[in-house]
Structure formats: C-alpha cells, structure tokens
C-alpha cells in the first residue's frame, strides 16, 4: 500500500455547519470541524500508523474482499480496551463528544485507498445501547461523496454530501433507521482518505 503525505492537495470545506432538513432524519454537517493543519496532522498519523487490515464479507452467494481496510476501537478489554486508545483517537473523540453531547465508546477507521475504494448501500448493523444509533463521522484526506437515500419513501431526493478534510457529520436520532449511505466508487485519480465512525456499542 502506497502510503501519501502530501496533503497539499485535499480541500477544506466553507460552508460553516449546515442542518439538513429530511424527513425521518437529524443530520447534521460541520465544514473545517478540524482546521488545515489539524486535519494534515491527524491524516499523516491515522494513515502511517493504524493497523489497517482487510476484511471479508458476504456478497449474494460468496464472500468477498471488501473494497477498503479498516480498523476498530472500542473500550472492551478484548478489544484494546480505552487506555490503549491512540491518544490522536482520543483527543478526536473528545472534540466530536464535546460538540455532540454524546457519549461513544467504539470507533470503526476507513481507509478508501483510491477512488476503486467505496461502500455499498446498507445501514450500520452495529449493536447500540439505544433503538435510535448516533453515528460521529469525521473525515480526513480527499473529498468523497457520501449519499443517502430513504429505504421506504422512494419519491424523496437523495442527498449528496461531499465530505472534505476535517469535516464532521452527525446521523442522529431516526437516521440510521430510515435511511442507508453510500460512499460511491470513482474513476477519478483520487488520493487516499481516512474516515472515522465513532458509535455507542454494547460492550
């Protein structure tokens, strides 16, 4: 795996934070949640420094690679425990829970290593600690869209939310129920990006 430093290239956003009004759900997204330099810091040290793995899942009637790498946290002793944490993990966790209000205790990494990279359609399947899942994504690297359409009201528009360097998105409330995402493969030459999904998981 070819491993990027130069982040020159990846663009903040400057729309500030924008509540976006659909029906069945809170979302909500900060441009420039992390400034410039934070999110070059974090971005170096997330890519060259995570134990990044590849995983298998079940596709129709095989199993199959997934097309991206991934690394998990949570505060379970079995799985690293919270004093093994990175201390760059912690401190993100500490700015999303501060702005949020929410307490998460287990972050899932994404590293999309180029634009042949992506995610199916689906909705989180982790077990939470309440029926309505809060999901805290924070995004590092290069710009992606990230889509969401309604699973049962097929007549609402999709959205399609470009998720810069340093931004932060939160799924609230209803969401993750009534809506599935995506973060669509592409053909552009992209460099890699880093995506963090912190949850509340019954440990």
Known sequence: MILFNDTEMFSQGTA???IFDATDADVMLIDSFFTKEESDNYYNILLNSTP???YEMPMYDKIVTAPRMIAWYDESEGNFGKSNWPKELIDIKARVENETKINFNAVLLNLYRNGKDGVSWHSDKTQS???NMNIASVTFGETR???LRHKFLKH???LD??????AFLLMAGKTNSFWEHQVPKTTRDVLPRINLTFRQVRI
Do not use: Y
Request: overall charge positive.
């Open 52 to 54: 990044w793995r590849e």
């Open 145 to 147: 869209i990230f889509r």
């Open 156 to 158: 609402l528009p999709q």
């Open 16 to 18: 500030g934070k924008i």
């Open 161 to 166: 939310i470009p998720l810069h360097h340093g």
């Open 129 to 131: 600690e309440n029926k």
